[in-house]
């Protein structure tokens, strides 16, 4: 095995453990996102008849969610109040607001296991806000479900959706192992490479989501992660370059 797919950004730091397995095992990893996040249009975002300031506090489960909120309000001229209130699912997303309003803690709550399940309690605190949650377009009822269970006042509007990278022919040829950490990775597999065929190609994955799809699709599942022994994907790349040195 020579060169490997990693379907992700290309790490910022040197230190990432990719690097490390690459010049250890002598492979040529190539990072290539399958998938890119984008807003949806403002005239589709007004077709969803949400109005953002009938609202007093923001929740973002996602830097993404940030990003594109701040972006689309800015392409609607929509000027947020410095009253809004923002309940973010963790520190580090709170922390990230910072890129486009001043941190006050007095304004900005985060839950604590980075989950909606940690943010929720805190959101009772705050009955009496209303609350507005900018979502992917692809999305499940959790947050519906919960916060109607708490008796929450909330809106949810799609703000953000995921779409295919497309790649000049010939770009994603030539690889001896693909690796994929989400459904989405693959619909944007099928997409670049309408007529492909794995061969000998390997397909790692991260996640049952993605195994799922990549099963569904008809492909064969060459590596798995999270393992008990392998509870991250450059663990298991590690486990199975050995063990094919061997």
Known sequence: MTKILVSQ???????????????????TIDFKQFIKV????????????VTILDHTAIVFTSRHAIDHFFGLCAELRVTIPETMK??????????????????????????DNGKIEGLVPIMVKHKTEKYFVPLSSVHTDEITQLF?????????????RTVSHIYEPGELEGYDMM?????????????????FEQ????????????????????LRLDLEAPTA??????????????????
């Open 9 to 27: 950004p290309k790490p910022a730091s040197d230190k990432s453990p990719y690097f490390d397995i690459a010049r250890k095992y002598n492979v």
């Open 38 to 49: 984008e807003s949806v249009s403002s005239k589709e975002f007004r077709q969803q008849k």
């Open 86 to 111: 923002y309940f973010c699912v963790s520190e580090t997303i709170a922390l990230y607001i910072q890129k486009y309003v001043q941190y006050r803690k007095r304004k900005i709550f985060f839950g």
């Open 148 to 160: 109607d269970a708490n008796n929450l006042q909330h809106t949810e509007a799609v703000m953000y």
């Open 179 to 195: 690796i994929f950490f989400s459904p989405a990775g693959i619909v944007s597999l099928k997409e670049n490479l309408p007529n």
């Open 199 to 218: 061969g000998d190609t390997k397909i790692a994955c991260f996640g049952p989501a993605t195994a799922a799809a990549i099963k569904e699709e008809g």
């Open 229 to 246: 022994e392998a509870p991250s994907m450059t663990m298991a790349l590690e486990q199975y370059l050995a063990k094919m040195n061997k």
